[in-house]
C-alpha cells in the first residue's frame, strides 16, 4: 500500500527548496552572490510548478479516484519515474539553465505526467466518471497535456527564429498560462466538487454545467492576455475581455450556487480549512477582476513593460490562490496537518511581499522613488515565507498523525 502521507512531504520539500530559491534571488541585490541568476530564476520556476504543485495535486487526485484499485505497484513506478525527472532539472538547471540534461529531463517530465493522465482516464471507475468532480479533474488534465505544447514548441522556436523572437515569449507564456489557469485551477475546482460529492451535498446540475461551460470558455479565451504585450490587432484584446468577462459570471454563478449549501458543506469542514478556502477564494476572485482591467489597452501595454505586476500577479496566483488552496485541500483530506498559526505565518509572508512587489510595480509606473533598502526589505519579509513553509514539513515530520 502507498503511503501518500510521504508523497505529500515530498512535495513540501519541493515548496521549501523553491522558496529558499526565492529569498536566494531576492538577496542578488543586496549582496553579491557568485552564481547565475538566470538559471536559479528556471530552476526556481519549474521546481516550482512541476514539483510542489504537480506531486500535491496528482496525490490528492490519486487518493480520491485511484486510491484501493490494486494499481499501487504500476502508480509506484510511474510516481518515482516523475520524481527522477523533477531531481534531475533541481541538478541540471542551476549549473547550466537551459540546456541538454535539463531539456532531456524536462522532456521526461512530460512524458511522465502524460502516464498520469492516462492512469486517469483508464482506472477510474464508470461510477466516477458520471461525477462533475471527474468532470473537472479530467478537463484539468488535459490542460496540463495542452500546456506542454509550449515547451514542445520552444525548441522549434529556438531553432528557427531565436530566444530573442516574440514567439519564444509566447510559448513560454502558453505553457504558464494553461499550467496556472487551467491544469492548476480547474483542478482545485474539481476537489471542491469532489468535497461537496463525498458529503452528498448537492449542487444544482444546471447551475453546474453553465458554470462549467462558461468558466472553461475564459480559460481559453484569457490566454489572449498574455499576447497582448505584442500590441496586436484589437480583436485580440476583445478576446482577452470575453475571457475575463466568462470567468467574473462564471464565479458568481460558483458563489450563488454555493450561498444555499454553505452552512451545511462549511459543517463537515475544519475551521482552519474554512479560513484557507475564504481566502483563496477571496484572492481568486480580485485576480479575475485584474484580468478583466489587464484587457484594456493603456492598462495591458502599461503592466506587459512592468515586471513587478507581472511577478506580483504570478505570485499572487500561485502562492495565493493555489498554494493556498492546495494546502485545504491536503490538510482536509488528511494528507497534510496545517497548524492554524503555521497558516498565518504563511499568509503574512504573502501579503507583505506582494504588497511590496506592488508597491514597486506603482513606483515605476508613476516615475517615483523606491524607499530606501526596498530590496533588503523584500528579502527579509521573503524569510517568513521560508520559516512558515519549513514549520509546515517539520510538522509533518513530528506530527504522530503523520
Not at 87 to 93: D, E, P, R, S, Y
Not at 355 to 379: N, P
Request: one cysteine or more.
Amino acid at each position: 500500500m502507498i503511503n501518500l502521507k510521504k508523497h505529500t512531504i515530498i512535495a513540501l520539500g519541493y515548496f521549501l527548496i523553491i522558496a529558499l530559491l526565492g529569498m536566494l534571488m531576492r538577496l542578488f541585490p543586496v549582496v553579491d552572490i557568485p552564481i547565475n541568476y538566470r538559471f536559479i530564476v528556471h530552476t526556481h520556476s519549474h521546481i516550482a510548478l512541476l514539483g510542489w504543485i504537480y506531486t500535491g495535486l496528482t496525490t490528492l487526485i490519486y487518493k480520491l479516484y485511484l486510491s484501493g484499485k490494486e494499481i499501487d505497484r504500476k502508480y509506484k513506478f510511474l510516481f518515482w519515474c516523475t520524481q527522477a525527472t523533477i531531481v534531475g532539472m533541481l541538478l541540471t538547471f542551476p549549473v547550466e539553465g537551459y540546456a541538454l540534461s535539463s531539456i532531456v529531463f524536462s522532456t521526461l517530465f512530460l512524458l511522465a505526467s502524460y502516464g498520469f493522465v492516462w492512469f486517469f482516464i483508464k482506472y477510474t471507475s464508470e461510477e466516477q466518471k458520471k461525477t462533475g468532480s471527474y468532470k473537472f479533474i479530467r478537463t484539468a488534465l488535459w490542460y496540463m497535456v495542452i500546456s506542454s505544447i509550449g515547451p514542445w514548441a520552444l525548441g522549434i522556436i529556438m531553432n528557427t527564429f531565436g530566444s530573442t523572437s516574440p514567439w519564444y515569449r509566447n510559448a513560454v507564456y502558453f505553457f504558464l498560462h494553461f499550467q496556472y489557469n487551467g491544469w492548476f485551477i480547474v483542478a482545485l475546482f474539481g476537489l471542491l466538487f469532489f468535497m461537496m460529492e463525498r458529503h452528498h451535498i448537492i449542487f444544482p446540475k444546471g447551475t453546474f454545467n453553465r458554470f462549467f461551460w462558461i468558466f472553461n470558455v475564459g480559460v481559453v479565451f484569457t490566454y489572449f492576455l498574455s499576447v497582448l504585450w505584442m500590441q496586436p490587432h484589437p480583436l485580440f484584446y476583445l478576446l482577452a475581455g470575453i475571457g475575463a468577462v466568462a470567468q467574473c459570471i462564471a464565479f458568481v454563478m460558483l458563489i450563488k450556487g454555493l450561498l444555499p449549501i454553505w452552512n451545511g458543506l462549511k459543517d463537515t469542514l475544519s475551521s482552519n480549512v474554512v479560513l484557507m478556502l475564504k481566502t483563496a477564494s477571496l484572492l481568486f476572485s480580485f485576480k479575475i477582476i485584474l484580468q478583466f482591467f489587464g484587457s484594456i489597452p493603456y492598462i495591458a501595454t502599461m503592466v506587459s513593460n512592468n515586471m513587478d505586476f507581472i511577478m506580483g500577479y504570478l505570485h499572487w496566483t500561485f502562492l495565493g490562490v493555489v498554494s493556498i488552496a492546495l494546502l485545504a485541500f491536503l490538510h482536509h483530506f488528511k494528507l497534510l496537518y496545517l497548524p492554524k498559526k503555521l497558516y498565518l505565518l504563511y499568509l503574512t509572508g504573502f501579503i507583505l511581499t506582494e504588497g511590496l512587489l506592488f508597491y514597486k510595480g506603482t513606483v515605476v509606473w508613476l516615475g517615483y522613488t523606491l524607499m530606501e533598502d526596498y530590496f533588503t526589505l523584500l528579502a527579509t519579509t521573503s524569510f517568513i515565507f521560508l520559516i512558515a513553509i519549513a514549520g509546515i514539513l517539520t510538522a509533518q515530520l513530528t506530527n504522530k498523525n503523520i
